[in-house]
């Protein structure tokens, strides 16, 4: 296991912009149909903001039509951890990069069923893309 990436906050602050701050480090959410990559449809991997980590591959990405960025599945097992959200009176999973604890969005049991069910609902404000190398 990868040991966890651990900056002040002034560092993050001095990283990120205003909104991936509030986003990654404080566990913010950005308005629906307001993220750069809601809508995006190339091929690719969406890497942690904050440490580079690769987290989603542009092969599980889906329209859920909610106004976030959707996947049915991490890059792989260790790329997202999860953990209880018990804010605005409600009971959600958490969902937050592995290598650098960025808050990323949440997972819900409501995505495609021949995909496995679930639905990694993500803030654009926490991903940074890479296009895929055509050769």
């Known amino acids: 296991m990868n040991n966890i ?10 990283q990120l912009t205003p909104e991936q701050y509030h986003v990654t480090r404080k566990q913010g959410t950005e308005r629906a149909f307001t993220g750069k990559y809601h809508d995006y449809k190339e091929d690719g991997a969406y890497h942690c903001i904050c440490c580079g980590a690769v987290l989603f591959d542009s092969q599980d990405k889906f329209d859920s039509g909610t106004g ?3 996947f049915t599945l991490p ?11 018990r804010s605005f009176f409600m009971v959600r999973t958490e969902v937050h990069c592995s290598q650098c604890e960025a808050h990323l969005g949440h997972v819900f049991e409501d995505g495609p069923v ?20 055509v050769n």
Do not use: H, M
């Open 75 to 85: 890059a792989d097992e260790t790329a997202v951890g999860t953990k209880s959200d």
């Open 68 to 70: 976030w960025p959707s």
């Open 5 to 14: 990436i651990v900056k002040s906050d002034q560092e993050w602050q001095q």
């Open 114 to 133: 021949d995909a496995g069910g679930l639905r990694y609902c993500i803030n654009s404000a926490s991903l940074d893309f890479v296009a895929e190398d």
